[in-house]
Antibody, heavy 128, light 107 residues
C-alpha cells in the first residue's frame, strides 16, 4: 500500500525559507511512470499546484512560484522535498504531497495522468 | 496556463437528488480531465480520470462526461457521504490547474 506523509515546521517567519519533506512508502520514487507533486490549499480556498518531479529527475513548476521553488528527491529515494524561499503571509496554507500516475490506457493507446495517492497534508503558517 | 471554471460554486441538495457539476477549460484539453472529492480537513480523493473513467472503489453513482473544453460530473443519487467539495483538474499540460471547487451542501 502506497503512503505519503508530509513533515516539516508548522511555523515559518516572513522572508525565510519553507522546507517540507514527503516520505514515500510502499513504492520506490525511482519507479517509472510517476510524478511526485506538491499542492497547497490556502485557508478556505481552492487547490494550487506548486510543481512536481518526474522519476527521471525532470522538474516542472508553477510559473507563479517558479522563481522561489525547488523540488528535489533525496539520494535515499525514499522521500522528496519542497523548498519555498522568501515566504510571505500569502504562503500560509495546507501543503499536500501527492503521486501523479502516468497511466497507459491500453485500449485507447494513450497516457492519462492523475493524482491517485495523497498525503494527509501539513499546515504551514507564515508569521513573525 | 489553462484556466478551469467550475459551476456552480455551491449547490444545495437532498439525499437521493441528482447533482450535476460542470467544468470548462479555457482551451481544449481532450479528455485529460480529472475529478476529485474533498471533505473538510482531508486530502482530495480521486474520483474520475480521463474525463469518464471511474477510479477503482468509487461508487457507480458517480459519472463523468465531456471532451475538449466542457465536462460534467454527475452524482445520480446523492448519498449522505457525498456532501463535500468537488474539484476538476486538467492534466493536459503543465502547470496543472484546478477549478475553484463546487461545494455540495445539505438542503
Amino acid at each position: 500500500q502506497v503512503q505519503l506523509q508530509e513533515s516539516g515546521p508548522g511555523l515559518v517567519k516572513p522572508s525565510q525559507t519553507l522546507s517540507l519533506t514527503c516520505t514515500v512508502s510502499g513504492v520506490s520514487i525511482n519507479s517509472g511512470g510517476y510524478y511526485w507533486s506538491w499542492i497547497r490549499q490556502s485557508p478556505g480556498k481552492g487547490l494550487e499546484w506548486i510543481g512536481c518531479i518526474f522519476y527521471s529527475g525532470s522538474t516542472y513548476y508553477n510559473p507563479s512560484l517558479k522563481s522561489r521553488v525547488t523540488i528535489s528527491v533525496d539520494t535515499s529515494k525514499t522521500h522528496f522535498s519542497l523548498t519555498l524561499r522568501s515566504v510571505t503571509a500569502a504562503d500560509t496554507a495546507v501543503y499536500f504531497c501527492a503521486r501523479e500516475e502516468e497511466h497507459l490506457e491500453v485500449s485507447l493507446g494513450r497516457y492519462y495522468y492523475y493524482m491517485d495517492v495523497w498525503g494527509k497534508g501539513t499546515t504551514v503558517t507564515v508569521s513573525s | 496556463d489553462i484556466q478551469m471554471t467550475q459551476s456552480p460554486s455551491s449547490v444545495s441538495a437532498s439525499v437521493g437528488d441528482r447533482v450535476t457539476i460542470t467544468c470548462r477549460a479555457s482551451q481544449g484539453i481532450s479528455s485529460w480531465l480529472i475529478w476529485y472529492q474533498q471533505k473538510p480537513g482531508k486530502a482530495p480523493k480521486l474520483l474520475i480520470y480521463a474525463a469518464s473513467t471511474l477510479q477503482s472503489g468509487v461508487p457507480s453513482r458517480f459519472s463523468g462526461s465531456g471532451s475538449g473544453t466542457d465536462f460534467t460530473l454527475t452524482i445520480s443519487s446523492l448519498q449522505p457521504e457525498d456532501f463535500a467539495t468537488y474539484y476538476c483538474q486538467q492534466a493536459n499540460s503543465f502547470p496543472r490547474t484546478f477549478g475553484h471547487g463546487t461545494k455540495v451542501e445539505i438542503k
